[in-house]
């Protein structure tokens, strides 16, 4: 379920204020009626279509038919606007898990891992560069952590095990997912029967090794790439529970 500012607090209700996240301004003192949500929105369409490096608080703008004012009024600066662009695709990955957890930790792992991989893969490929580097903790971040971690407690695993399970299998969601998304941002000749083709032309003697599997190159699609991966580094993860 996506966690908004609006949606997740105390248990009285009140909404999760978080020291270092911005708070809504409200409508600035312009005509264009916004909100940071539209913004947000705006953003990932941009981003979407055009890819991570077009987008600028001046082609934002025109994206909204609004002034950049607008814009830096609701997020601030480009670096507050990703925070919230990153925010709100986590959103999304909370979105696709269901409310319960699986029968087993090793099954509920793979449902985070695999709605992580629908958004990033499927839906948002040319926004994965923001998610190599730190997290920008607002709430559905925080959210989608949470759940990862609920899914990792009953190894039984010590907090440092856990923490260590829980960094490995993140690196692994966007380490694949990163792997996935150059030929989404349009790079020549990037599938997998181009490749095979290159790597057929070295000569044999020189480079005996990448040739012997060049014939399995493009067979195993990349969704299955990614499940083999992460079932085996839970198998890994395993071998620490005690």
Same mark, same amino acid.
Do not use: C
């Given at each position: 379920?996506?966690?908004?500012?609006?949606?997740?607090?105390?248990?009285?209700?009140?909404?999760?204020?978080?020291?270092?996240?911005?708070?809504?301004?409200?409508?600035?003192?312009? #005509?264009?009626?916004?909100?940071?949500?539209?913004?947000?929105? =705006?953003?990932?369409?941009?981003?979407?279509?055009?890819?991570?490096?077009?987008?600028?608080?001046? #082609?934002?703008?025109?994206?909204?038919?609004?002034?950049?004012?607008?814009?830096?009024?609701?997020v601030?600066n480009?670096?507050?606007?990703?925070? +919230?662009?990153?925010? =709100?695709?986590?959103?999304?990955?909370?979105?696709?898990?269901?409310?319960?957890?699986?029968?087993?930790?090793?099954?509920?792992?793979?449902?985070?891992?695999?709605? =992580?991989? #629908?958004?990033?893969?499927?839906?948002h490929?040319?926004?994965?560069?923001? +998610?190599?580097?730190?997290?920008?903790?607002?709430?559905?971040?925080?959210? +989608?952590?949470?759940?990862?971690?609920?899914?990792?407690?009953?190894?039984?695993?010590?907090?440092?095990?856990?923490?260590?399970?829980? #960094?490995?299998?993140?690196?692994?969601?966007?380490?694949?997912?990163?792997?996935?998304?150059?030929?989404?941002e349009?790079?020549?000749?990037?599938?997998?029967?181009?490749?095979?083709?290159?790597?057929?032309?070295?000569? =044999?003697?020189? +480079?005996?090794?990448?040739?012997?599997?060049?014939?399995a190159?493009?067979?195993?699609?990349?969704?299955?790439?990614?499940?083999?991966?992460?079932?085996?580094?839970?198998?890994?993860?395993?071998?620490?529970?005690?």
């Open positions: 379920m996506k966690v908004t500012e609006g949606d997740q607090g105390s248990p009285e209700g009140r909404p999760l204020e978080l020291p270092w996240w911005p708070k809504e301004r409200g409508r600035p003192p312009t #005509r264009e009626p916004l909100s940071r949500e539209e913004i947000v929105a =705006a953003a990932i369409r941009l981003i979407d279509r055009d890819g991570l490096d077009a987008l600028s608080m001046r #082609r934002l703008g025109e994206e909204l038919g609004a002034s950049a004012t607008t814009s830096y009024w609701h601030g480009k670096d507050s606007l990703l925070g +919230f662009v990153s925010d =709100a695709i986590y959103g999304e990955m909370l979105a696709e898990l269901p409310a319960e957890a699986a029968a087993t930790w090793q099954d509920d792992v793979l449902l985070v891992a695999r709605a =992580a991989r #629908r958004v990033l893969v499927e839906r490929p040319r926004a994965v560069r923001l +998610f190599a580097g730190r997290n920008r903790l607002g709430p559905n971040t925080l959210g +989608f952590m949470d759940r990862l971690l609920a899914a990792l407690r009953p190894t039984g695993l010590d907090a440092s095990r856990t923490l260590l399970a829980y #960094r490995l299998i993140l690196n692994a969601i966007y380490g694949y997912a990163a792997n996935e998304a150059p030929d989404a349009g790079t020549a000749d990037g599938t997998a029967e181009a490749s095979a083709t290159r790597l057929a032309s070295l000569p =044999a003697a020189q +480079f005996p090794n990448i040739l012997a599997v060049v014939p190159i493009g067979r195993v699609p990349t969704g299955e790439q990614y499940e083999y991966g992460i079932k085996r580094l839970l198998k890994g993860i395993e071998a620490d529970v005690p």
